[in-house]
């Protein structure tokens, strides 16, 4: 992984040059709302922070910086999560673990619920500075769109991601394996809310196309790629599994060429912008999605394993542009499609 820091950054011309690129993004213009964000770096939901709504992240300002925030995934009712241990490495969960490449969790959707995060969490959100996202999931879609109805109108944030994908839910149906499914919840919220909004897709399904056509049917202004995979991990001494669930989602570096390739297919075959996120932990890994097509990024894993993560990868991309004498990170979207589909 080729890293893109800031080269010079006492150099007075290279910061004028870098501060004239645009790296304004909008990732729902077919809404009359729209979303424009300020920059394409946004931080993935659950990941905000190791309790998902902020806590540990830097309190100065400066996320104001950042394009979006997602905090974590809400539903109808409070979730406890999953049994311990939720986290592989286990150092992940403080954010030390910074050089791993395996990382796993079994959250389990834990949250206080979308009542109280609307009462007690999302009034709060204003001041970060930034457009906040609120994320839901639901357990049919019918709690989708009630769900959807109690945040319309509601302080806070600006636009809604509904999970369709997370794997660790046991008795919630899996909404992002099935086509008429996921397009059922999305209709559901679209028939409730005006807001922007954007569908996260899980990547483990034979032909992203077909899910991903359905949902933008139903009402997504645009698609969200990916959430993490099924998998495990097993230590050898205690010959257990290693989280408490058996099974957690894999992200990080080992997701990335996985859910790239969703965005690439993904791009070829909806009309609305495409979100990547996976193992983006450079300004380099954010600027392959982006050419792969995607409109913006969202940064998951590598915030847990450093909250400025998010701020390094934009002034990377930013130095990128300038460097290369590009005017808008627009002129880097797609750049690396090619026109026949192998
Ligand atoms: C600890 C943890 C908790 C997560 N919780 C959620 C969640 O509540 N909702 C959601 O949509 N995605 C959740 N995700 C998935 C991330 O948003 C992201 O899609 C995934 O981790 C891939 O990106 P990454 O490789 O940059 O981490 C979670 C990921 C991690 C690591």
Known sequence: MTSLRRPNSTDAAGESAASSVDLSVDVAPGN?????????????SGTFGYDGYGRGMPQDGSL????AIIPKTVTR????GNPEPRWYPASFREGRAAGETTFLNSIGLANPGIEAALAQLAPQWARYGTTVVLSLSGESA???????ALAQGAPGFQALELNLSCPNIENGAHFSHDPKLAAAAVAAVRANSDLPLLVKLSPNVP?????????VSAGADALTLSNTIPAMKIDLGARRPVLGAVTGGL?????KPVAMALVYRTVQAVDVPVIGVGGIFTAADALEYLMAGATAVQV????LADPRASFTILDGIRDYLST???ASVREVVGAAQVKTRK
Do not use: C, K, W, Y
Not at 77 to 80: G, Y
Not at 209 to 214: G, S
Not at 300 to 303: D, E, R
């Open 142 to 148: 019918a709690q989708f769109g009630e769900m959807a």
């Open 77 to 80: 009712q409070p979730r406890e």
């Open 64 to 67: 104001a910086r950042l394009g």
């Open 251 to 255: 992200s990080g570096p080992g997701l």
């Open 300 to 303: 998951g894993s590598a915030t």
């Open 207 to 215: 032909d992203i196309t077909v899910i991903a056509r359905a949902v």
């Open 32 to 44: 009359r709302r729209h979303l424009r964000l300020a920059n394409p770096v946004m931080i993935a």
């Open 324 to 326: 290369h004498g590009i």
